[in-house]
């Protein structure tokens, strides 16, 4: 518990910077979405769910870096997956790394975009194709919380600060040991921003 409600938020942001790197773009709208929002008033739980493109931030970062790469499960019956026969009790290991990877779902998979999640192209995906909280009766508990909370977290760190992400980031690793963690450390310069000094 005390694991989930600090350290895969803090891997998300850091993930987070690493993909911000060099995309202005992205940048520039989630500056846009916080400062219409919000303008210089703290978030309230009731602005949650008019930071969409925040949220598609999120979403996307979690696809690529998710703090999760897989989890254990044990079969509930005896299958067959891709020839390879599985009976009912082995525990199998759902590889949410790669299905967040997968060309049947997404259009160039390795890019960071957080239009994946735009409204008009999430309709219609197969709902496997996205497990940063597992999925089913196992799913993480705590999924609508962490979300709740990065996306709060990251309104208001745009809302202060101008982001300076160090070019080093292109060279950080995921490194899978309980959670995925960068092989190195991933270094943000903040400076206030104009309406915040």
Request: aromatic share 10%; hydrophobic share 40%.
């Amino acid at each position: 518990l005390f694991v989930a409600g600090h350290e895969t938020t803090a891997l998300t942001l850091t993930w987070l910077f690493t993909l911000l790197h060099g995309r202005d773009d992205v940048l520039g709208g989630m500056k846009e979405e916080v400062d219409r929002v919000l303008g210089t008033r703290d978030p309230a739980f009731d602005d949650y769910p008019k930071l969409t493109y925040l949220r598609q931030v999120v979403d996307e970062t979690l696809r690529l870096r998710g703090p999760v790469a897989m989890t254990a499960r044990t079969a509930v019956a005896d299958d067959e997956v891709l020839g390879v026969r599985i009976r009912k009790g082995d525990i199998v290991m759902p590889y949410f790394y790669g299905a967040h990877r997968h060309r049947d779902f997404w259009p160039e998979p390795e890019r960071f975009d957080p239009g994946h999640f735009a409204a008009e192209r999430s309709q219609g995906r197969n709902p496997w194709s996205y497990l940063p909280f597992s999925a089913g009766q196992r799913q993480c508990i705590g999924n609508t919380f962490s979300l709740v909370e990065t996306v709060v977290l990251l309104a208001q760190l745009v809302q202060r600060f101008d982001l300076d992400v160090d070019a080093s980031v292109r060279d950080v690793k995921p490194v899978a040991m309980v959670t995925v963690r960068p092989d190195k450390p991933v270094t943000v310069r903040l400076t206030a921003r104009q309406s915040w000094k």
